[in-house]
């Protein structure tokens, strides 16, 4: 078999295992995440053998997470992530170091020295970025009140991988490393450079070139434009020594404010639920089942230990923090296993003999099993919940959705319609394809984000999937329809309004089951001729009975055209021929 039909077989095999074990896995209630790490698993070279390196798909896959973090970053307006800083540092920093300390605690009590105690602690502080806001997302509760607690903690945490890396060199025995003493200035100092660098991009440099890219009307220099920016803003941050999490992160935070952050993240989506998926089976691939036959007892002791301890610690930080118990326990099962940084803490501490190899063969099966834990302990503490408090915990939403609308096409119509929802206190979110309506609109204090609303991804990305209403206020016909078309099937929680060019696109627009269509010229004309009636004498209560008629006959045409039928008698009121009945 030649090398490029091998690499095809690789790439077959890995879709393929996903393909058939993640919707099994849904349908049996277990989550997608278990699914990707059994299917990893059953091909990885400690199941069938399809797949004899781990460690390189696991290494690729990474920028799965590294897309995951940029989709929360666009999330996370620098208003609101500063309101988060208690959060961040003082939670955060409370729960890994307590943490830490058990952990350390734990291994002690295993027989192992204080600095393999440490490293293994730490490691298994570290908890999984990728599966806990995968599980946050496949339950809606990112945006939720305890779901920005995890957020927060989880963002403490990649930043602590800087310093745990800098600490392995440091308690290395002499001559096992590299001496750092001299480069740690430079180090330092190389970390804040890149550091301003991505900072000063995003903010003079990044808003700029989208703005080009959108008028070149070319979508694949777009979708290649916002995988530059996430690569490249996570290439920086691991050439400055710092996670390419924090540094996808990061840029994604720069332009949460931007005119184009929904288009970005429907661009990004793709890609990074592919790669998280190919994460997580690589997760599956690394568990090596002859290190856990040969010290079972050791690692099924110590993974049971770890999580009971870590778990309890969450519990106990989170109610002193003043969390509920329902929120403390769900943080505690949620956060309770290793992550994907301790794999990188181990090798680092491997490559400067600061732990053992066998160790290190444990604890990454200790880590792994904590990880593929994890989905069932979720799935079981739901079972176990009292019905009671799910109904609560499960209704917690930010309070500025409750009467939120979104508004496609922000011309002349679409600006006109948005003062009426704006009276009512709405929050709005508002989108258009033309990236100077966008720009214009924000000389007025509108925020109108770039993007394509006839895009499933788009709409969803801009919040179609909790909007009370959808206003279609585009001039584009075909358009206009898909986009009710797409709304009416998948988001069915909101009301769909829609603006008609003519009269077959009402009748299009009726067909794909719109809750309310008008054409734009029917009431501005209807007004007029009132008021032409008026001018040539008629009385007002005459004219208005007329309007009324005129209105009766118009909706009874349609009626009939929407139904298949031919209304011959249009030249009775509006004296057009038949043939014409469709004009505006």
């Known amino acids: 078999m030649s090398e490029s039909a091998g690499d095809l077989l690789n790439v077959v095999t890995l879709l393929g295992a996903a393909v058939v074990a993640v919707p099994l896995f849904k349908r049996l209630g277990l989550g997608s995440v278990l699914g990707y790490l059994a299917a990893g698993l059953a091909i990885g070279p400690f199941g069938f053998g399809l797949f004899n390196d781990a460690q390189t798909i696991l290494h690729t896959a990474e920028l799965g997470v590294v897309m995951f973090l940029f989709i929360i970053g666009l999330e996370m307006r620098p208003s609101h992530l500063w309101n988060m800083r208690r959060d961040i540092f003082g939670l955060g920093s409370l729960q ?137 803003a996570a290439l920086l941050m691991q050439l400055g020594g710092l996670s390419m999490a924090m540094g996808a992160f990061l840029a994604g935070v720069l332009l949460s404010e931007s005119t184009f952050r929904h288009q970005l993240e429907a661009d990004i989506e793709p890609f990074r639920g592919l790669l998280l998926g190919l994460f997580f089976l690589g997760v599956g691939m690394s568990l090596d089942l002859a290190v856990v036959a040969r010290n079972w007892p050791l690692i099924v002791s110590g993974v049971l230990a770890m999580m009971f301890i870590k778990g309890l610690c969450i519990y106990c930080v989170a109610r002193l923090t003043k969390s509920s118990h329902g929120d403390a326990l769900d943080r505690a099962v949620l956060m309770a296993q290793g992550g994907e940084f301790a794999f990188v803490l181990f090798a680092a501490a491997l490559a400067n003999q ?71 206190g709405a929050d709005i979110a508002i989108i258009d394809r033309e990236p100077q309506v966008a720009r214009d609109a924000q000389d007025f204090g509108f925020k109108v984000y770039y993007g394509d609303g006839a895009r499933m991804d788009v709409l969803h990305a801009a919040g179609a999937g909790h909007a009370r209403a959808i206003l279609v206020c585009i001039d584009d016909p075909q358009a206009a329809t898909q986009i009710v078309e797409h709304a009416k099937t998948h ?94």
């Open 96 to 232: 890994v170091l307590s943490c830490g300390l058990l952990l350390t605690a734990i291994g002690m009590a295993f027989g192992f020295s204080l600095a393999i105690s440490f490293i293994c602690g730490m490691g298994f502080v570290l908890t999984s970025t990728a599966i806990v806001m995968q599980l946050l997302g496949e339950r809606g509760d990112i945006a939720s009140p305890r779901g920005q607690k995890i957020v927060a903690v989880l963002l403490f945490e990649d930043l602590m991988i800087v310093p745990l890396l800098a600490l392995v060199a440091f308690i290395a025995p002499a001559g096992s490393s590299t001496p750092v003493s001299g480069s740690a200035w430079g180090g330092i100092a190389i970390a804040a450079g890149a550091l301003a660098a991505l900072v000063a991009a995003g903010i003079w440099l990044l808003n700029p070139l989208f703005r080009i890219l959108a008028h070149a009307k070319a979508r694949e220099v777009m979708t290649a434009a916002a995988l530059l920016v996430v690569l490249g």
């Open 354 to 424: 600061v732990l053992p190899a066998e160790a290190n063969a444990n604890m990454t099966a200790v880590v792994v099993l904590s990880m593929a834990l994890t989905p069932l302990a979720v799935l079981i503490h739901q079972r176990l919940r009292v019905s009671s408090d799910a109904s609560l915990d499960g209704t917690e939403q930010p309070t500025g959705l409750t009467n939120s609308v979104l508004i496609v096409g922000f011309g002349r119509f679409g600006q006109i319609v948005s003062q009426h929802v704006l009276a009512m």
């Open 491 to 584: 988001f069915p929680q909101a009301r769909v309004l829609a603006r008609a060019h003519d009269r077959e696109h009402a009748i299009a627009l009726i067909k794909a089951n719109v809750d309310y269509q008008i054409r734009v010229t029917l009431e501005s004309a209807m007004s007029f001729g009132h008021e032409a009636m008026l001018a040539l004498g008629s009385d007002p209560e005459t004219a208005a009975d007329l309007m009324a008629e005129l209105r009766r006959k118009d909706a009874e045409r349609l009626a009939m055209e929407v139904s298949g039928g031919i209304y011959a008698g249009t030249s009775m009121i509006l004296g057009n021929a038949p043939t014409k009945a469709k004009k505006e």
